[in-house]
C-alpha cells in the first residue's frame, strides 16, 4: 500500500485506476474516519487500501459522474455498506454511465443511484475530518470541487499545467474558466491540488505556469 500525503493530521491516498487512469482518492483526519472520493475503477484494489489503511468510510463522494469517476461505486458502496452522495444536475450523465463506457468498449458496472444530494457549501463530516463542497461546473454540469484545510480534490476541473476537458455533452469553457477563478484561484497558493487525472500541483503553481489561466 502506497504511504498517504499528509495535511497536519489529515492522510490522503490518490489511486490512479482503471485504463483512463482516473485518480480515486481516501482521505482521513486523525480518528482514521474518512471519505472515499470518485472510485473510478478498480474496486477491488481500492476496498484493500480501505482495509489496509484501517479508515472508516463514511460515504462515497463524487466531485461528477463521467463514468471513468464512477465505475467502482456499485461494488464499494455494497462491500462499505456506505451512501453516495452527488450534485443533481449530474445525475443523467450518471445514469448514462454504461452506455458511455460502451463507446470506449470499456467494461463497466451501471451503479444504482445515489443516496444522497450535494449542494454548493455542503459540508461532509466524519470524526474530525470537514470537507465543504464548492459547485464548479463547466467540465461537468453538476461537477463540485471537495476543500480541506490545506487541499482541495478538485476532480476534473484544474490539472497540473491544464483543464478540464469542455467537449463533452453539458461541458462549457467560459464557465469552467470563470468557476476555477472564483473557486479555486482564491484559495491559499500553498493549498494542494489533487485532480482526477495525473500528478497533484498547487494553486500557486497553476495561477504562474497553466497555459489556460494567463
Not at 500525503?5 to 490518490?14: C, I, K, M, N
Not at 480518528?31 to 475503477?41: Q, R, V, Y
Not at 462499505?80 to 448514462?96: I, S
Amino acid at each position: 500500500m502506497s504511504a498517504p500525503f499528509t495535511h497536519g493530521a489529515l492522510r490522503l491516498w490518490s489511486v490512479p485506476t482503471g485504463p483512463i487512469q482516473e485518480n480515486a482518492i481516501l482521505i482521513a483526519g486523525a480518528g482514521n474516519e474518512g471519505f472515499l472520493i470518485d472510485p473510478g475503477d478498480d474496486a477491488e484494489r481500492l476496498l484493500t487500501l480501505v482495509r489496509g489503511s484501517g479508515v472508516t468510510v463514511r460515504g462515497i463522494l463524487l466531485t461528477h459522474a463521467h463514468f471513468d469517476h464512477i465505475g467502482a461505486v456499485q461494488p464499494l458502496r455494497e462491500a462499505l455498506q456506505v451512501p453516495v452522495w452527488l450534485h443533481p444536475a449530474d445525475l443523467p450523465l450518471y445514469r448514462a454511465g454504461a452506455q458511455s463506457a460502451a463507446r470506449w468498449n470499456l467494461p463497466f458496472i451501471q451503479p444504482a443511484d445515489p443516496d444522497h444530494e450535494i449542494t454548493p457549501g455542503q459540508t461532509f463530516t466524519a470524526g474530525d475530518l470537514t470537507l465543504t463542497a464548492r459547485f464548479l461546473p463547466g467540465h461537468a454540469p453538476g461537477h463540485v470541487v471537495f476543500t480541506a484545510p490545506g487541499l482541495v480534490v478538485a476532480g476534473d476541473t484544474l490539472f497540473r499545467g491544464g483543464i478540464g476537458r469542455t467537449d463533452l455533452p453539458g461541458g462549457n469553457h467560459p464557465q469552467l474558466l470563470a468557476g476555477i477563478r472564483e473557486q479555486l484561484l482564491t484559495l491559499p497558493g500553498d493549498t494542494t491540488v489533487y485532480p482526477g487525472h495525473g500528478p497533484r500541483t498547487t494553486i500557486a503553481t497553476e495561477i504562474q505556469t497553466n497555459p489556460f489561466l494567463q
